[in-house]
């Protein structure tokens, strides 16, 4: 049974890489912005790419707005991504791989070529639209992926350390961008985040993981006032 108060669950999720192991169970809050936080090596990423598809579980079940997408295609899933690198097609403009965002066949609407021109000003890339990838620098990249993301306008969003490569001012900026399109669109966000600060200003709700498991969940007022794990609290304190 699906709770609509859950937009992400993970139902006994278990995976193995390499010499790791991994197991999540978790219930996310629908329309709350997710921070997801932990050590270098803890496993956030990989909770991205289970919720992604990009990596299956060996065993579990994950759920996103209440479908069981555990079988499906990354694709078909009902996410948007921002990853650290690998967000843009080489071979494309920017204008058509964010287009590819919103129609996988480039079928645009005038409404959807508006809406790509927008998202890019929004980001500060006015005019990028016949730029190569290969000619932006890797922030400029990061923010021609999350206007894509912007024009995507999906249920979930996914974000791994989408802003690292921005210097502090652009970082706000791009962070204050994602709050007014979660506002205005409702949706989750799930965003890795190295900086205790960030999560401060933008998050409801924080995860911590350590040794490729959940070792807290909680809203934020008392994931910032948990005093249980060391891991977290030199978190916090960074
Ligand atoms: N395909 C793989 N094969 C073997 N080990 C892997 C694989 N993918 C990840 N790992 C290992 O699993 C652990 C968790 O990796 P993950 O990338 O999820 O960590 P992370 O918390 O995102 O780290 P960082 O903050 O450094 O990006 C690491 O020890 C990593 O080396």
Known sequence: MHDPQFSIEMRDVSLQLGRQDFHFDCRLPAGAVIAVTGASGAGKSTFLNLLAGFDVPGRGRILIAGKDVTDEYPARRAVSLVFQDNNLFAHLDIFTNIGLGINPAMKLTAADRRSITSALEKVGLAGFERRMPGTLSG?????????RALVRNRPVLLLDEPFAALDPGLRNGMAALLLDMHRETGNTVVVVSHDPDEV?????????????????????????????????TQFLRS
Do not use: M, N, S
Not at 139 to 147: L, N, S, T
């Open 200 to 232: 401060k200003r933008i998050a409801d709700f924080g995860l911590f993981i350590e040794g490729g498991r959940i070792v807290v969940a909680a809203p934020i007022g008392k994931f910032l006032g948990c005093e249980d794990h060391p891991g977290l």
């Open 139 to 147: 922030g400029e990249r990061q923010r021609a992926a999350f206007a």
